[in-house]
């Protein structure tokens, strides 16, 4: 891996995991918000699913897109 | 960078890439190649497992392309050469062949050895290929020629596949036998099982440890090439995969040892999702690997044909060497049984060829000194030695084997959609699987979650599942049934069998848009010369009148035109000598320019030409005029024969028919294409020639440069028109057609420009590659609608759209098992097309069964 790509991916990283985290966030503000009592388990895994599954729906779309940014 | 810069680095690659297994593989490779820098276009193909790539050699390099493509989890094979170089005589010949065939584009190692005289090298074929390599130690004055004998490319695709087999087939006894105990162990407290299924099968340490190895030894693959695409920003099936999997083996785990945790504890222990999901999918892989094969087996059988050594006389002496080693002008040696190696003509010796397997024909053809033979065609009872005239990929055989694989390359316009949803559709599945965990997290478990429910066709009860264990059941659930291996596979398997199919008839399909468009046609615009007619006059009629004989006209007209050069004097002598006449030579012979020929024969003197002849040597020519009139309005050339000035009769010349035009423009009728004809001819001949083979709508007299017009004009009313043609003068008309279709006894200039190349100059293929081209077509559209019914319905399901009323749901397991389901049919739909036979096929075959082939006569 060259150096331009090296920084394309941290980029990367720091993009795509900022917005599967910023989902989590969302799916954990809802937990709390909505009425409904979640047990520890139910949050901590939810939480995990769906920072799993957002990470796996952005990172695909947010790693071209950096790579051409950066390598041109 | 400037244009011309651009270009003069531009290249082309064609690598083999292994372990596609559908079309978000090919949306990966495609997308994480055009990433790279220097990369300009990708295109890749799953059947046939290539990737054409055009890239700026000066940016990037074959090397780095196949190091990405490995990195996201595929195989680019490497070809290994072992070649006998000749004429080393030092270590600094070595390193010059060495350094020589190392700089070259897509070779990756050279080991050269002196004392043995050999070269082994190691290239990525599509980069680089053996001729190449061959012609550059040679052209460093080097000997080299290959040791082995060849058949290499078919046994390394057949050796790929069997290790893809082999692997799956193990992949399949760890999961299979596994998974079976798992599902008998999780239902062992129901039905009939506590009496015979021991009570430790139940366990949930055991089920645990046996569905351990089949999530991470068959499920393996999916979890490294998934990661691998990944990280890259590319995703493919294995992601669903895996995320299925992964999701339904972490929440039986978690329930296993720590039960209270809150996902249902033991009782929601799912392992038979974990495990029959694996099985599943891996069932699907290898019936895949089993199937996917049969649908590119018509290149195979091309390429089986291909013989492996040739005869040849060498020094006077007969020696065999291998094929790719014979060269333009040897003198090859053909035994009865033995498959002809390249294309040459006969210059010595008689036999009767199989020409089926490169024209379709059934009937062995007659060769002797003159006759042109083809490689791989099959020698049945003579010997015969022949000039090779085409070697190497020039031969008919390479040729149409790249055209078919070229036109397996290519993608159908319908292809395109398929190829859109399928390669936006993992991400697209994704963020579904994000909404149905939402929903039935937040909304769906509190409003409608019955502790009584099951999933379909399974007694297994929910009555334990927490919010968090359901909501993601239904997500995994998601995630599984929309994989679309089916759709993208509809097309191009379809494509790859069509074009088989058309291969073996003697139809070749340059690409698959050939196919599509030839399945749209309304009209067909048939040249006229050499393409419904045979393309040289021939005698059709000899009238003679009172006190003379047909045959002693016929004689003596053949014997006036000897002489002379003019192609209508030529047919009258062919025409003569076809009835066994004697055709002697005159005595005398003169020219009447404008008028026609005047000769004497053993004191006759006979004239020979039109009626101003006639009028100037002042011979009475009687009713013949009428005669004359009429094979005019037929199209025919008439001409007058007087002997010893007395009118002996009209001999009538014309272009004739080919034997099939006739049936061909009917059953084209039939099918409710128009017909049309073109020709540079006056409207007289050309209305008589489409009167005898019943087509009205005839545009004569166009100019070669108008030709394209005439197409454009039907194209203009709406029409999807075909051209069919085989000389230079057509190559425009060919090229504005919706579909050129070139007669392969044609120019090569029409060839090149067709669409589709008729191999055998037998019209009736025309209406075999629109049946073709419908044919493939109806299976792409079934495979289409199948796959989109699938998905479409499948996933609102797996969602759990049907719950809420129902109270049942599609597990996991089932899903997986519906999604392989769902490629294997569509691969099986497709292997239906290799039954499908062209109509005028299948009545040559039926007729065939009646009747013992006897060889065509030439004579």
Redesign the interface.
């Known amino acids: 891996m060259n150096e331009l790509e090296a920084k394309a991916a941290r980029k990367?990283f720091v993009v795509y995991t900022a917005l599967s985290l910023a989902?989590t966030l969302i799916?954990l503000v809802?937990?709390w918000v909505?009425g409904?009592t979640?047990?520890?388990?139910?949050r901590i895994?939810?939480m995990f699913?769906?920072f799993?599954?957002?990470m796996?729906?952005f990172?695909?779309?947010?790693?071209?897109v950096i790579?051409?940014k950066v390598?041109? | 960078m400037s244009e011309t810069t651009r270009s003069e680095h531009l290249a082309q690659v064609s690598l083999p890439v292994q372990g596609m297994t559908c079309a978000a593989c090919v949306a990966k490779v495609e997308k994480t190649l055009k990433t790279m820098t220097g990369v300009q276009e990708v295109h890749v193909n799953l059947l046939s497992g290539k990737a054409a790539v055009t890239y700026e050699s000066n940016q990037i390099g074959v090397p780095q392309m196949v190091k990405m493509i490995q990195d996201i989890g595929y195989e680019v094979p490497e070809e290994e050469v072992l070649l006998t170089v000749r004429g080393m005589s030092c270590a600094a010949c070595v390193a010059k062949v060495e350094k020589t065939i190392k700089g070259m584009p897509g070779v990756t190692s050279v080991v050269v050895n002196l004392p043995a005289e050999s070269a082994k090298i190691k290239f990525y074929p599509g980069a680089v290929d053996k001729t190449r390599i061959k012609k550059e130690i040679q052209a460093m004055g080097y000997e080299a020629s290959e040791k082995v004998t060849g058949q290499e490319a078919l046994d390394r695709e057949k050796e790929a596949r069997q290790k893809e087999l082999r692997f799956q087939t193990r992949n399949m006894w760890i999961a299979w036998p596994l998974a079976s105990l798992v599902m008998i162990g999780m239902f062992r407290d129901m039905w009939i099982f506590p009496y015979f299924v021991p009570e430790f099968l139940g366990n949930v340490y055991v089920l645990w440890a046996m569905t351990t190895p089949i999530a991470f030894i068959p499920g393996w693959q999916f979890f490294k090439h998934s990661w691998n695409g990944l990280k890259r920003g590319a995703t493919d099936m294995n992601l669903l995969y895996a995320t299925g999997i992964g999701a339904s083996y972490l929440i039986a785990t978690i329930n296993t040892f720590w039960p209270d945790a809150g996902f249902g504890g033991r009782g929601a222990a799912f392992f038979e999702s974990a495990a029959l999901l694996t099985a599943f999918i891996v069932l699907g892989r290898y019936l895949e690997a089993l199937t996917r094969g049969k649908t590119s087996e018509a290149i195979r059988n091309l390429m089986s044909l291909q013989a492996k050594t040739a005869r040849v006389i060498r020094n006077g002496e007969e020696v065999e060497i291998a094929v790719d080693e014979v060269e333009i002008g040897d003198i090859v040696f053909v035994r009865p049984g033995e498959s002809i190696p390249v294309d040459g003509e006969v210059t010595d010796g008689y036999s009767v060829v199989d020409e089926a397997m490169i024209t379709g024909e059934s009937m062995p053809v007659e060769k002797r000194a003159g006759s042109q033979v083809t490689g791989a065609t099959i020698n049945k009872t003579g010997s015969f030695k022949f000039k090779a005239t085409r070697v190497g990929g020039e031969t008919a055989l390479a040729q149409i084997i790249k055209m078919v694989e070229d036109a397996q390359a290519t993608k159908a316009p319908i292809q395109k959609l398929a190829d859109f949803v399928a390669g936006h559709f993992i991400a697209g599945v994704h963020v579904l699987a994000l909404i149905v965990f939402f929903f039935w997290f937040f909304i769906g478990y509190d409003a409608y979650f019955l502790p009584t429910s099951q999933f379909v066709f399974s007694p297994y009860s929910l009555a334990e599942v927490g919010v968090f264990g359901f909501a993601l059941l239904l997500s995994v659930t998601t995630l599984i049934i929309s994989c679309p291996c089916a759709l993208g596979l509809a097309t191009p398997s379809a494509i790859m069998a069509g074009t088989g199919k058309g291969a073996e008839n003697g139809i070749l399909f340059k690409g698959a848009d050939a196919v599509e468009s030839s399945s749209k046609l309304n009209a067909v615009i048939f040249d006229k010369t050499g393409t419904l007619t045979k393309g040289e006059p021939a005698v059709t009629d000899v009238f003679t009148t009172a006190g003379f004989a047909q045959d002693d006209v016929l004689r003596l007209a053949a014997i006036t035109e000897k002489p002379s050069e003019h192609p209508l004097g030529e047919a009258i002598v062919r025409g003569a000598k076809e009835k066994g006449l004697s055709v002697g030579d005159t005595d005398d012979f003169e020219a009447i320019p404008g008028h026609g020929v005047r000769a004497t024969y053993q004191g006759q003197t006979i004239l020979m030409g039109n009626r101003r002849l006639m009028k100037l040597q002042k011979i009475d020519i009687g009713n013949l005029n009428q005669k004359m009139e009429q094979f005019e309005e037929e199209g025919k050339t008439a001409m007058l024969i007087a002997v010893d000035g007395k009118a002996a009769g009209i001999i009538a010349v014309a272009d004739i028919l080919k034997e099939n035009a006739k049936e061909a423009v009917e059953r084209l009728q039939q099918m409710g294409v128009q017909v049309a004809m073109i020709t540079g001819d006056n409207r007289r001949t050309a209305e008589a020639i489409a009167r005898q083979v019943g087509i009205t709508t005839v545009l004569a007299e166009v100019l070669p440069q108008d030709k394209a017009a005439e197409v454009i004009k039907l194209q203009e009313k709406g029409l999807k028109v075909a051209m069919v043609g085989d000389g230079i003068n057509d190559a425009p008309a060919l090229a504005q057609a919706d579909v050129g279709i070139a007669i392969g006894s044609g120019t090569d200039v029409a060839k090149e420009t067709g669409d589709i190349i008729l191999i055998k100059s037998d019209i009736r293929d025309v209406v075999g590659a629109i049946e073709i081209g419908r044919a493939t077509m109806r299976k792409i559209k079934q495979n289409l609608v199948w796959a989109f019914v699938y998905n479409i319905t499948g996933i609102p399901l797996a969602a759990g759209i049907l719950y809420p009323f129902t109270g049942f749901l599609v597990s996991p397991e089932l899903a997986s098992f519906f999604m392989a389901m769902s490629s294997v049919s569509v691969t099986m739909n497709t292997l239906l097309l290799k039954r499908y036979q062209p109509s005028f096929r299948k009545d040559q075959l039926k007729t065939s069964a009646h009747s013992v082939p006897q060889p065509q006569t030439a004579r």
Do not use: C, D, H, R
């Open positions: 990367s989902i799916f809802i937990t909505n409904t979640y047990t520890a388990v139910a895994g939810g699913w769906v799993i599954l957002s796996i729906v990172m695909p779309i947010v790693i071209p790579k051409k390598m041109g």
